[in-house]
Structure formats: structure tokens, C-alpha cells
């Protein structure tokens, strides 16, 4: 037997990269985005495979940013999860980003849907309903931070606006996501402007994804979609909206219904009055939907809430009543003024004391006159009738849909399509995770800002239908696999499949590879995972 020199011994992680790349591969990932980004005959590393590449640094769950990509593969099987030739020195920053501005060129939106309602289908997703919502990604960096500074036509313009992160002090830029109600899949992605509403866009962005995809769904979204205007965009479309509690008719509504309208809904924890409306010249069925959860959650803000404002008022109560006016009106007129700023308290037993005062030194004489100046005395109580709307509100909101047949859309799916409205929260908690490799972007311009969002969708994408994949296969087998505790579950998260998948190395010995660690757990688990997935680990 020949002696196996260290040279012929090649031993390279390979971890959970192998289940990314292989739920890539059944996407046909690569393929579509070298056909509609193009190539060229003399680059080693295609758009196609450095997206894969930026996918895989995404999902490594090691908080490495985009610009030490080669870093990230330093060590790992680049070659066995890329592509034959390709080393981590070709995933430079130079070609990252020539292919972040091909990205861009193409346009992103139109980019990412058409991947992603290509994976959709050939996954079975169903998209018969689509939730919408918005958050904000904060940058570092000035990007064009004087006001004299222009960007180019039609490029995102980061700036300041309302952070979800409470990062006010931080530029930031919009994202745009639609996700399936059926496995949380993102279907359509917008990177926009740091300052933009959601109320002044979220109709016409529906309406550009309907006319160009010809998606017949049920579209879902959350108080900024109605409004007057959105409601007459979309008056073709069918649509479940939570109605803001800022208006005039919701808040009647609110304050007078009938404990007796209420019937329990299928859903545990609920109950569900419906009632007719026509908001904005629109037939729309309404459902003030009263939630137990809700209601406890509610009261014990609303107890916090009270308590904050009543410290506050007593202090500043305090402050009154040490200031001296010149006359009894005056003084009335600033309590007045007082009490009606205070949203929960009032003033009760309102007086007024004269006060004189002299202001020579030492004993005034009989006959001397001292100035008069007049303070007011209050005791604060609540306001009983206020409190009380309040708390009759808690754990009550409103929902609106302009499908007005129950045997089309019962009541019980109004209220849980909008429960499933989560799927876009969950989707923008995931591109916010502190492990994720963009909680704070570092990129030089804003063109790459918005590509790279765009590969945190498709990070998303390609995350969210591996998991999918994984409970229905496990639901099919009547199977199940360990949880974090133990415990038998068929419905993991595909995070911690991958945490289940540390320390897997291809070793490659005189050119024969083999894959160690490969435990009877990662076996049982791999055979849930489709072929694609289990090559990249050696196994038929």
C-alpha cells in the first residue's frame, strides 16, 4: 500500500452549506439568473453563481458582511458548492459588485419576482392569498447626505424617514415584501425611498404586481392600505385590509357595538361581530373582532399608560400651581388650559388664593398696600368616561374586505388571512437578525444598497422554501425529527437544521472524496431533503 503523503489529504467545511446550495439547485437558481443577467465566455465566476455565493455567506448565520465574502469561503468546499475552478479569491469585491449593479440594471423587483414565482410554482406554493407590509434597513455611511446632492434618475434615495428599527439618527431605504399565506414564501420584493409612506404606495404596487403577473389573489395588508384612494385603486382587485381606528366611523363603531353582537369565531380566542359599510363609495363587509389575547395585552398598557400620564400630570400640576398670575381670570384660564391637555386626567375643586405681598423690607405699615397675585389650588382626578371608552376598546379591532359573500370568504378566513399576515413580519424579523450578514449595511453606493436587499430576498426565498419543503416532506412521511430540547417535532425551523449540521467536512484523500460526521441523526434527517440537497453530502 503506497504511504498517503499530507499534500494528498484535502479536508474543507462544508456544514449545512450543502442543504443551501442543493435548495439553490432545485430552484434552478443559477440557471435563470445567468439567462437574465447574461454572461461572458472569460469570466470564471458567473452572476448566476455569485449570487449563489452571496446566498450562502447570507444564510452561514456567522455575521460575515458582503465584502468579506472571500473570507467566508476560505476553508469551505467552494468548488464542490459552485462550481468546478471557482476559489474564494474569484468571490472578490470587484466582482460582487459588477454583478450588484448588473442586478440593478436589470431592475430588482422584476428580477426577484420572476425567481420567485418561478421556485413557487415548481414548489406548489399556493398564492391564492398574498400578504403585503413594509419595513425599514438602516445604513451607515453619508450617501449623498447634502441636500444639494442629486442622485441619478430612478435611483433609491437614502435618507432619514420613520425607523421601525428607532434608529432616527440613521439613513435607511424601504423594503417592499408580498409573501404567500402558504409557507411565509416571498413572491415579490421593492427596495424604495427611506422616506416614503406606505399608505401613498401600497395600492399601486398591487395593482403593478397584478397587472404584470396576472396573480389571481386575495390581497392582504394592514391599516396603511386603507384609505380612500387605495380603496377606488383596487376597486377590481379583492382585497382584507385592517381599518386604521383613527377614523371617525370606526371609532362610533368601536365605542357603541353591543357586547351581544359578538359570536365566537372557530379561531380559539376570538370573537367576531360583522356589520355592513361602504366606506369610500366601496360595498365592504366589516368585523369588529374582539381577541382575549388582545384584551389582556391592552388593559395592562393601558394600565401602564394611565399610570405614566398621571405622574406626569402631578408634576406638572405642581409646577401651576407655584406660578402667580396677576388676576383671578388669568389664573382660572391657565387651568383650564391645563386640564384640557390632559388626555386622562382633570382638574376637580378648583380655587383660587390671593395672595399679597410686600415688597419693601421689614414690617409693613398699617397703612401700606402690598401687591396682589393669585394661585390655584386643584385636586387632579380621572377622567371615568374616557378611561372607560378606552377599556371597552381593548382587545377590539376592525377588519374590511370588499368580497362580501360569507360562502366565498367566511368570516373566520377574513380573520385568518390577517393572522397570516405574520408571514411578511416574520419575513422582515428574519432580514433583521443580528446573525443575518446585512443588520447594517456597508455598501458604497445606493444602487448596491438596493441589490443587495434584493439578495436578502432571495436569501429569504430560498430559506423559506427549504423550510416549507422540510415540514411537508416530514407531514407526508408521518415523520418527525428532534428539536432544540429533545422533543419530537414535524415542524423545525430550517435554522436549526442547519445548527444541526455543524462540523461536516469533505475530506478528499488522492482525489477520493468522502464526507465525515455524517451521523445517523443527519442521515435520517438528509432523506427529508430532496435529491439535490443529498448529493452535495455524496449520497444517491
Same mark, same amino acid.
Not at 443559477?30 to 461572458?40: A, I, N, P
Not at 357595538?257 to 369610500?280: E, K, M, R, T
Given at each position: 500500500?503506497?504511504? &498517503?503523503?499530507?499534500?494528498?489529504?484535502? +479536508?474543507?467545511?462544508?456544514?449545512?452549506?450543502?442543504? &443551501?446550495?442543493?435548495?439553490?439547485? %432545485?430552484?434552478?437558481?443559477?440557471?435563470?439568473?445567468?439567462?437574465?443577467?447574461?454572461?461572458?465566455?472569460?469570466? =470564471?465566476?458567473?452572476?448566476?453563481?455569485?449570487?449563489?455565493?452571496?446566498?450562502?455567506?447570507?444564510?452561514?448565520?456567522?455575521?460575515?458582511?458582503?465584502?468579506?465574502?472571500?473570507?467566508?469561503?476560505?476553508?469551505? $468546499?467552494?468548488?464542490?458548492?459552485?462550481?468546478? @475552478?471557482?476559489?474564494?479569491?474569484?468571490?472578490?469585491?470587484?466582482?460582487?459588485?459588477?454583478?450588484?449593479?448588473?442586478?440593478?440594471?436589470?431592475?430588482?423587483?422584476?428580477?426577484?419576482?420572476?425567481?420567485?414565482?418561478?421556485?413557487?410554482?415548481?414548489?406548489?406554493?399556493?398564492?391564492?392569498?398574498?400578504?403585503?407590509?413594509?419595513?425599514?434597513?438602516?445604513?451607515?455611511?453619508?450617501?449623498?447626505?447634502?441636500?444639494?446632492?442629486?442622485? #441619478?434618475?430612478?435611483?433609491?434615495?437614502?435618507?432619514?424617514?420613520? %425607523?421601525?428599527?428607532?434608529?432616527?439618527?440613521?439613513?435607511?431605504?424601504?423594503?417592499?415584501?408580498?409573501?404567500? @399565506?402558504?409557507?411565509?414564501?416571498?413572491?415579490?420584493?421593492?427596495?424604495?425611498?427611506?422616506?416614503?409612506?406606505?399608505?401613498?404606495?401600497?395600492?399601486?404596487?398591487?395593482?403593478?404586481?397584478?397587472?404584470?403577473?396576472?396573480?389571481?389573489?386575495?390581497? +392582504? /395588508?394592514?391599516?396603511?392600505?386603507?384609505?380612500?384612494?387605495?380603496?377606488?385603486?383596487?376597486?377590481?382587485?379583492?382585497?382584507?385590509?385592517?381599518?386604521?381606528?383613527?377614523?371617525?366611523?370606526?371609532?362610533?363603531?368601536?365605542?357603541?357595538?353591543?357586547?351581544?353582537?359578538?359570536?365566537?369565531?372557530?379561531?380559539?380566542?376570538?370573537?367576531?361581530? /360583522?356589520?355592513?359599510?361602504?366606506?369610500?363609495? &366601496?360595498?365592504?363587509?366589516?368585523?369588529?373582532?374582539?381577541?382575549?389575547?388582545?384584551?389582556?395585552?391592552?388593559?395592562?398598557?393601558?394600565?401602564?399608560?394611565?399610570?405614566?400620564?398621571?405622574?406626569?400630570?402631578?408634576?406638572?400640576?405642581?409646577?401651576?400651581? %407655584?406660578?402667580?398670575?396677576?388676576?383671578?381670570?388669568?389664573?382660572?384660564?391657565? /387651568?383650564?388650559?391645563?386640564?384640557?391637555?390632559?388626555?386622562?386626567?382633570?382638574?376637580?375643586?378648583?380655587?383660587?388664593?390671593?395672595?399679597?405681598?410686600?415688597?419693601?423690607?421689614?414690617?409693613?405699615?398699617?397703612? $401700606?398696600?402690598?401687591?396682589?397675585?393669585?394661585?390655584?389650588?386643584?385636586?387632579?382626578?380621572?377622567?371615568?368616561?374616557? =378611561?372607560?371608552?378606552?377599556?371597552?376598546?381593548?382587545?377590539?379591532?376592525?377588519?374590511?374586505?370588499?368580497?362580501?359573500?360569507?360562502?366565498?370568504? %367566511?368570516?373566520?378566513? =377574513?380573520?385568518?388571512?390577517?393572522?397570516?399576515?405574520?408571514?411578511?413580519?416574520?419575513?422582515?424579523?428574519?432580514?433583521?437578525?443580528?446573525?443575518?450578514?446585512?443588520?447594517?449595511?456597508?455598501?458604497? !453606493?445606493?444602487?448596491? +444598497?438596493?441589490?443587495?436587499?434584493?439578495?436578502?430576498?432571495?436569501?429569504?426565498?430560498?430559506?423559506?422554501?427549504?423550510?416549507?419543503?422540510?415540514?411537508?416532506?416530514? #407531514?407526508?412521511?408521518?415523520?418527525?425529527?428532534?428539536?432544540?430540547?429533545?422533543?419530537?417535532?414535524?415542524?423545525?425551523?430550517?435554522?436549526?437544521?442547519?445548527?444541526?449540521?455543524?462540523? =461536516?467536512?469533505?475530506?478528499?484523500?488522492?482525489?477520493?472524496?468522502?464526507? !465525515?460526521?455524517?451521523?445517523?441523526?443527519?442521515?435520517?434527517?438528509?432523506?427529508?431533503?430532496?435529491?439535490?440537497?443529498?448529493?452535495?453530502?455524496?449520497?444517491?
Amino acid at each position: 500500500m503506497s504511504k &498517503i503523503e499530507a499534500s494528498d489529504i484535502r +479536508v474543507q467545511d462544508l456544514d449545512h452549506c450543502g442543504l &443551501i446550495a442543493g435548495i439553490c439547485d %432545485s430552484m434552478g437558481l443559477v440557471e435563470q439568473l445567468d439567462r437574465l443577467l447574461g454572461t461572458h465566455p472569460q469570466e =470564471i465566476v458567473t452572476p448566476g453563481q455569485a449570487i449563489k455565493a452571496m446566498i450562502l455567506n447570507g444564510l452561514g448565520f456567522v455575521s460575515a458582511p458582503l465584502y468579506l465574502l472571500e473570507n467566508f469561503f476560505v476553508g469551505k $468546499a467552494t468548488e464542490h458548492l459552485l462550481g468546478e @475552478g471557482i476559489r474564494p479569491e474569484h468571490l472578490n469585491d470587484d466582482r460582487l459588485g459588477r454583478v450588484l449593479d448588473k442586478m440593478y440594471a436589470f431592475g430588482l423587483t422584476e428580477l426577484f419576482v420572476t425567481v420567485a414565482l418561478s421556485a413557487a410554482r415548481h414548489f406548489g406554493v399556493d398564492m391564492h392569498s398574498l400578504h403585503l407590509d413594509s419595513s425599514s434597513l438602516h445604513v451607515d455611511g453619508d450617501y449623498l447626505s447634502n441636500e444639494d446632492d442629486t442622485a #441619478e434618475p430612478g435611483t433609491i434615495h437614502i435618507t432619514h424617514g420613520y %425607523s421601525r428599527d428607532h434608529r432616527p439618527d440613521l439613513k435607511q431605504f424601504m423594503v417592499d415584501l408580498m409573501c404567500s @399565506g402558504d409557507g411565509d414564501i416571498p413572491l415579490y420584493l421593492r427596495v424604495g425611498d427611506g422616506n416614503e409612506t406606505d399608505s401613498a404606495i401600497f395600492a399601486r404596487l398591487i395593482l403593478e404586481f397584478k397587472q404584470q403577473w396576472d396573480v389571481d389573489a386575495l390581497f +392582504v /395588508a394592514d391599516a396603511a392600505l386603507y384609505t380612500a384612494d387605495n380603496l377606488q385603486q383596487m376597486a377590481q382587485l379583492r382585497w382584507v385590509s385592517r381599518v386604521p381606528a383613527t377614523l371617525k366611523c370606526a371609532k362610533d363603531l368601536l365605542q357603541n357595538i353591543h357586547p351581544d353582537a359578538f359570536v365566537p369565531s372557530s379561531l380559539a380566542g376570538y370573537q367576531i361581530a /360583522a356589520c355592513c359599510n361602504c366606506y369610500a363609495s &366601496i360595498p365592504q363587509r366589516w368585523l369588529v373582532v374582539k381577541s382575549q389575547a388582545r384584551l389582556e395585552s391592552d388593559l395592562k398598557q393601558l394600565e401602564k399608560r394611565l399610570a405614566k400620564h398621571e405622574a406626569k400630570a402631578r408634576a406638572a400640576l405642581q409646577q401651576l400651581q %407655584s406660578q402667580k398670575f396677576a388676576c383671578q381670570p388669568d389664573a382660572l384660564t391657565a /387651568a383650564a388650559l391645563f386640564s384640557q391637555q390632559l388626555p386622562y386626567h382633570q382638574l376637580q375643586d378648583l380655587q383660587t388664593i390671593e395672595i399679597i405681598e410686600h415688597k419693601k423690607r421689614g414690617r409693613p405699615s398699617k397703612n $401700606a398696600v402690598g401687591e396682589k397675585s393669585y394661585q390655584i389650588r386643584a385636586v387632579l382626578a380621572p377622567k371615568d368616561s374616557v =378611561i372607560d371608552t378606552e377599556r371597552q376598546r381593548a382587545g377590539l379591532f376592525l377588519l374590511a374586505t370588499n368580497v362580501l359573500d360569507e360562502q366565498v370568504l %367566511s368570516n373566520d378566513q =377574513i380573520l385568518q388571512e390577517y393572522k397570516a399576515q405574520q408571514s411578511t413580519e416574520r419575513g422582515f424579523r428574519f432580514l433583521k437578525d443580528p446573525l443575518f450578514f446585512t443588520s447594517s449595511v456597508f455598501l458604497k !453606493t445606493p444602487e448596491r +444598497v438596493a441589490a443587495l436587499a434584493a439578495v436578502m430576498g432571495l436569501c429569504l426565498l430560498v430559506y423559506s422554501l427549504g423550510q416549507r419543503a422540510l415540514r411537508l416532506a416530514l #407531514e407526508r412521511a408521518k415523520q418527525t425529527i428532534d428539536n432544540q430540547v429533545g422533543k419530537p417535532t414535524a415542524k423545525p425551523t430550517l435554522r436549526w437544521v442547519f445548527q444541526c449540521f455543524m462540523s =461536516i467536512h469533505l475530506l478528499t484523500v488522492n482525489g477520493v472524496r468522502q464526507i !465525515t460526521n455524517l451521523t445517523q441523526e443527519r442521515l435520517w434527517i438528509l432523506q427529508f431533503f430532496g435529491a439535490p440537497c443529498r448529493k452535495y453530502y455524496l449520497l444517491s
